[in-house]
C-alpha cells in the first residue's frame, strides 16, 4: 500500500496549501471528495469523483514499462516440443494482457531458440530497457548440470549459467524477475542472485534433472484466476509462485509418486511485483480504440511512477504538483474509457 499512500498524501498536502490560500472549491470539502486535489475538482465534480478509486489502484502500479522475454528451449522429443510452445504461447498471452501491447513481448522457440537467437534477444533487452523498467525473462524446456556448470538446452549449443548470468547483468531493468523452469535449473539460482532481481528455480538444485511440471503450473497460475488469493484480478510473482509450487507438489501426491522437484525462489518484495492482470484489471480488449486508451493509461502510469522515483530529488511542492497534475490526467483518460467501456471497474 506505500504507492497509494504516497498519493494520498501528496493530493491531501496539495489541497491543504491550495485550501490555505482560499483557492480551493467547496465541493472538495464534501465528504465524496474529501482528500482529493482541488486541481481536480476545479475540472469537474464528475471527473474529481472519478479519482477516488485510483487511489487504490495505485498500489498496484507496474513499472515504468515490463519487458517479457520467454524462451522455449530444446524438447528433445515431440510431446516435449509440443508441451513447451504451448507453455510459451500461454506466458505470451499473460503478458500481453500485463502490458496491454504486443511490442514488449518476445518468444523465442523451437529452432529459433537456439544460442545466438538467445543472447541476440538479450542484448537487445538491454538496450530497449531503462532503469525505471520492469524485466520479466522465463526460461522453459531442459536443463543440465555437469557437476560445475548449469546449462540451458538449445538447439546447437548449450548456453551456460555464467553466460546467462553475464548477459542478466547488462540489463539496467531495477525490477527483474527470472524464472527458470527447467530441470537442474536450482543449480544456477544462487549464480543469478543480485539486488533488485528475484529468481525462481523449479528445482532446488543441479542434482534434480527429471523433466519439470513446473512450467506448467505457472502458465496456470498467469492465465487462470485460481492463483488469485486477493480477488483483485492481478497475479503477483507470490501468488503465482504459491500456487504453483503447491500444485507441483499436489500432483506428485495424487500420482503416488516421490516428488523430483521442490522450487526455490530468492529476490525481495515478490508481492509487488506484478505478473498477470486479468478480468476487469486486463489491459487488452477485443476493441482496438480501447486497447489504445489502455496503453495510454500504462504510458501515464509509468509517468507516476517515474515522479515517484524522482520524489528524493524534488522540492515538497514540486513533487507533489507533478503527481498531482499525474492524477488529473489519469481521471481524465478514465473519463474517456468509460465513454467507450462503460462496464469497466478501474
Avoid at 20 to 47: H, K, M, N, Q, W
Avoid at 263 to 272: I, K, N, Q
Amino acid at each position: 500500500m506505500a504507492v497509494a499512500v504516497e498519493v494520498g498524501e501528496a493530493v491531501r498536502k496539495k489541497g491543504d496549501r491550495l485550501q490555505a490560500t482560499g483557492d480551493r472549491p467547496e465541493v472538495c470539502d464534501t465528504p465524496s471528495f474529501s482528500g482529493l486535489s482541488p486541481v481536480a475538482c476545479r475540472l469537474s465534480p464528475s471527473i474529481a469523483s472519478r479519482l477516488s478509486p485510483f487511489l487504490l489502484l495505485f498500489a498496484s502500479l507496474t513499472h515504468a514499462a515490463t519487458h517479457s522475454l520467454i524462451i522455449s528451449g530444446l524438447g528433445g522429443e515431440s510431446g516435449y516440443e509440443k508441451r513447451f510452445a504451448e507453455q510459451a504461447d500461454r506466458l505470451a498471452g499473460a503478458a500481453r494482457q500485463l502490458t496491454g501491447t504486443d511490442a514488449d513481448t518476445t518468444v523465442l522457440s523451437g529452432a529459433g531458440a537456439d544460442r545466438e537467437s538467445v543472447r541476440r534477444a538479450l542484448r537487445e533487452l538491454a538496450a530497449k530497457a531503462t532503469a525505471d523498467d520492469a524485466v520479466i525473462v522465463t526460461l522453459i524446456g531442459h536443463g543440465s548440470f555437469d557437476g560445475v556448470q548449469y546449462g540451458l538446452n538449445l538447439p546447437g549449443p548449450d548456453l551456460t549459467a555464467s553466460e546467462l548470468a553475464t548477459l542478466f547483468d547488462a540489463i539496467p531493468a531495477r525490477h527483474q524477475l527470472i524464472v527458470n523452469a527447467t530441470s537442474a535449473s536450482g543449480a544456477a539460482l544462487d549464480a543469478w542472485k543480485r539486488d533488485g532481481r528475484i529468481v525462481i528455480a523449479a528445482t532446488k538444485s543441479g542434482g534434480e534433472r527429471t523433466a519439470t511440471r513446473f512450467a506448467e503450473h505457472w502458465a496456470a497460475a498467469l492465465t487462470t484466476l485460481d492463483a488469485d488469493v486477493n480477488k483483485d484480478d492481478i497475479i503477483t510473482v507470490t501468488e503465482a509462485y504459491d500456487y504453483a509450487t503447491r500444485k507441483v507438489a499436489e500432483s506428485f501426491k495424487s500420482e503416488a509418486l516421490l516428488a523430483t522437484e521442490h522450487s526455490r525462489m530468492v529476490g525481495a518484495e515478490p508481492a509487488r511485483f506484478q505478473v498477470s492482470r486479468m478480468g476487469t484489471a486486463a489491459r487488452v480488449t477485443t476493441d482496438p480504440a480501447v486497447n489504445a486508451l489502455y496503453a495510454e493509461r500504462v504510458r501515464i502510469e509509468r509517468e507516476l511512477d517515474g515522479v515517484r522515483e524522482r520524489k528524493p530529488s524534488l522540492q515538497a511542492d514540486a513533487y507533489y504538483d507533478e503527481l498531482d497534475g499525474v492524477l488529473v490526467k489519469l481521471a481524465l483518460l478514465q473519463r474517456q474509457i468509460d465513454a467507450v467501456q462503460p462496464e469497466e471497474v478501474p
